[in-house]
């Protein structure tokens, strides 16, 4: 059953592929993979993602295809909807989903309604993905259900389970990501790196992981306190060190460390220098939420949202006290100054700098009020999210190519939380893995609906006919169920699979053909595959630009790879990362004349061209980690100035006003009409168990507390000294 409409040669290549392993009578595995192939290439070439037959299957395989005229039909009625057939996300669909069913609520939820596009939530119940997802016609499915169109997990996820994903799908996940969101393996990344390229790196306190550094923590411990007996150092309040669970958050299980009998034995815990000094806004302590969004990590393609958080701790800074307000003065987590009396919180609509929680934009406004270069500052918070992705590059992109099938899966959102001293330099404290997207007032309501709908849109969900979907189930109901992906027989049989190819091939061989020739065409197929994904990675690239929103992407951009490229480790001859850049940003600029990307190739091809922009690299760094010496724009080197201009203005994003005056905006999110919330019955029925359960943990534990109370009031009512009661 060969399409009747000509195919892109590589989509055509494909069929072929595909035709070749059923006339092998390979395993239907087989069929699967080149099915699969086939949709990702119709998805690229024909830039749009494949929809429903309207054709009948025959020998059992539903391979979609539509006659072009009727395909341009279906794309101009959608028009309206679709932008090269991916999903648009929109914030006002949120305004929509509570109101009854109308033709202008129905706008936002028909196209995903009549695709039945579908997500489920593993580990995960955040009420903002569910509203947006279904506020957009998406339906909830059991978090059993293996041919969903987007994964939502909130937990770390095994990489053996990201294998089955389809070219379609969509999960806010990378492998190994845990390396940057546990807090010793980021730190320990991160010094791996410093101790490769040096000081760049600079960016985390000096750290100890307890128990298993017990001994080195216990010997910087003595030396600080000789150092302050010498006069030579201040003790520093509430402690020398602060000591977090690694794998916690909400500032739970934090303490303070001042001298070696204090060190705790049990553990892992990670105990950081406490950065006494912190820039203060009216007096009070403050970190950042940064969110940002990775959709590849190789190559490396990032984004940090221009919007942001500044949380203020709710009393005043006191770097010589020890009160017994600590927590509210040190620690900086929403979810601990909430409980302060002190704690104001920003209910209003439209201020952006009013309590103890304001937007990024309103601390920079607040900063520039202060004589300082706030826009400098972002670029030293980008230059450290950057450095911080790169140094656990290696790990996740050895993992990726072995479990990624298709370019474009995966995407994640972080939430790295960076304090500034009063030097301004900005420090990194950890990076959460689902960062918080919890709406308590406007504020967050207003931020984060807006970054979940650019999140989404970034991650490009195609659009894909549930008929489409199903047919794959057909193939191999098996394949994609939960307990596939721990199975390894599934594995066997690919590999029993992939090794009767080879079988075959061998067989066909002619007979005198030389190794060597063999050994180079096999070399030219996997040459061939590389720059095929690389031209599918490229394509995703340019697809993002036009559907970021208000994400900057920092890394490809203007000159990183001749300002980073240093700092990067070798990750295999394919060099995405270096070839990536030379696509999109260098294809852009050569046009330009006189541009400093040109001048510095130009620079680049004479002798010593090299040799200066290594010298360039390593002023940048140093200007990026010291704003000491180089606070504001004027002060850095005229090259490196020259160069980062163009970053420099586009940080004016993360400095504008994001509410509007006379503007009303939502206090917390829509409850949504019943019609748009919908579930499969497998889901509602997971979700009448969970209840159940619940309701069931609370009876009990109202038993218990009542027998607690019962047997306490027992005890009040006994006589004392064992005098028994009349
Ligand atoms: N090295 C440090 N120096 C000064 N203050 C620090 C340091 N590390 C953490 N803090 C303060 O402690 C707070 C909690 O730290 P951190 O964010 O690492 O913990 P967490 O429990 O994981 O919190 P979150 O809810 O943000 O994940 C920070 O917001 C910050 O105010």
């Known amino acids: 059953m060969k399409p009747k409409t000509a195919l892109p040669a590589r989509a055509a290549a494909s069929w072929e592929g595909f035709r070749y392993s059923k006339a092998l009578k390979l395993h239907s595995d087989a069929d699967l993979h080149y099915l699969s192939v086939y949709l990702a290439e119709l998805e690229a070439d024909l830039n749009m993602a494949p929809v429903a037959q309207d054709h009948k299957p025959q020998n059992g395989f539903d391979v979609p295809h539509k006659k072009t005229e009727d395909r341009h039909k279906e794309r101009s009625s959608r028009r309206k909807f679709r932008s090269n057939d991916y999903m648009i996300f929109s914030a006002d669909a949120m305004q929509h989903i509570s109101k009854t069913a109308e033709r202008t609520t129905e706008k ?13 939530m593993l580990r995960s119940d955040t009420r903002l993905v569910r509203t947006m997802l279904h506020s957009h016609g998406f339906m909830q499915c059991s978090n059993k259900n ?4 987007v994964v939502w997990a909130g937990a770390s996820m095994k990489a053996a389970k990201m294998r089955d994903l389809q070219p379609w799908q969509r999960l806010n996940q990378f492998p190994r990501s845990k390396q940057l969101t546990r807090k010793d393996f980021l730190y320990e990344n991160i010094e791996r790196s410093k101790s490769i390229f040096g000081n760049a790196f600079d960016f985390i306190p000096e750290f100890y992981v307890v128990p298993r550094e017990h001994a080195r923590f216990a010997k910087a411990l003595l030396n600080l306190e000789a150092q302050i007996e010498r006069n030579e150092a201040v003790a520093s309040f509430p402690g020398e060190f602060i000591v977090k669970p690694v794998d916690s958050c909400q500032g739970k299980g934090i303490f303070f460390v001042s001298s070696t009998d204090e060190i705790p034995l049990e553990g892992p815990l990670l105990a950081s220098r406490y950065l006494a000094k912190p820039y203060l806004v009216n007096g009070h302590k403050f970190d950042l939420r940064i969110y940002v969004a990775v959709t590849s990590f190789y190559p490396l393609v990032a984004y940090v949202y221009s919007e942001g958080l500044t949380r203020l701790a709710s009393m005043p800074y006191d770097a010589s006290s020890c009160s017994s307000s600590r927590d509210y003065i040190h620690l900086t987590n929403y979810s601990i100054n909430k409980n302060s009396t002190s704690f104001v919180r920003n209910e209003s609509m439209s201020a952006e700098d009013l309590g103890h929680k304001w937007t990024l934009g309103a601390l920079l406004r607040y900063m520039e009020k202060e004589g300082i270069d706030a826009k400098l500052l972002m670029l030293r918070i980008e230059d450290l999210v950057v450095k911080s992705l790169l140094s656990i590059q290696c790990a996740v992109a050895s993992i990726s190519k072995t479990h990624l099938r298709f370019v474009g899966t995966n995407f994640e959102l972080f939430g790295f939380d960076v304090l500034i001293d009063e030097a301004l330099k900005p420090w990194l404290l950890e ?26 849109n970034l991650a490009c969900i195609p659009l894909i006919d549930r008929k489409t979907v199903d047919s ?7 394949i994609h169920t939960p307990e596939s992906h721990e199975s390894s027989d599934l594995d066997e049989e690919l590999r029993s699979a992939e090794n009767l190819v080879n079988v075959k091939t061998l067989k066909k061989r002619p007979v005198g053909i030389k190794r060597s020739v063999l050994n180079r065409r096999l070399a030219n197929g996997v040459v061939s595959q590389n720059e095929q994904r690389l031209q599918s990675i ?23 790879w001749n300002l980073y490229s240093g700092l990067m480790e070798d990750l295999g001859s394919e060099d995405y990362d270096q070839k990536l850049y ?10 330009r004349e006189g541009s ?27 200007v990026m980690i010291n704003p000491q010496e180089y606070p504001t724009l004027e002060l850095v080197p005229r090259k490196v100035r020259e160069i980062i201009g163009s970053w420099y203005n586009e940080a004016k994003e993360y400095t504008k006003k994001i509410t509007q005056e006379g503007e009303i905006y939502a206090q917390k999110l829509p409850a949504m009409r019943p019609s748009a919330r919908v579930r499969t019955k497998s889901c509602t029925e997971f979700y009448e168990v969970r209840k159940e359960k619940l309701k069931g943990k609370k009876l009990a534990a109202a038993a218990a507390a009542s027998q607690k109370q019962a047997t306490s009031s027992d005890k009040e009512n006994s ?3 064992g005098v028994p009661a009349i």
């Not at 293996?146 to 169109?149: A, E, I, M, R």
């Not at 689902?434 to 999140?455: E, G, N, Q, V, Y």
């Open 108 to 120: 936002y939820t028909w196209l995903g309604e009549s695709l039945r596009m579908s997500f489920k």
């Open 146 to 149: 293996p041919l969903v169109n």
């Open 431 to 456: 990076v959460n893995l689902s960062p918080s997207l919890a709406c308590d007032a406007p504020l967050d309501s207003l931020i984060k609906t807006r970054l979940m709908t650019d999140l989404l």
């Open 472 to 478: 794959f189930a057909q193939l191999r109901p098996f």
């Open 538 to 560: 490229v394509r995703r690239v340019k697809l993002e630009e036009d559907r970021r929103g208000d994400f900057i992407r920092v890394f490809p951009r203007k000159e990183t």
């Open 582 to 591: 030379e696509e999109i940003i260098m294809s852009q600029t050569a046009s």
């Open 596 to 622: 400093v990307e040109k001048k510095l190739k130009r620079e680049d091809e004479e002798e010593d061209g090299a040799e200066e922009l290594e010298e360039i690299a390593d002023v940048f760094h140093a």
């Open 719 to 721: 006589q004392p000294d």
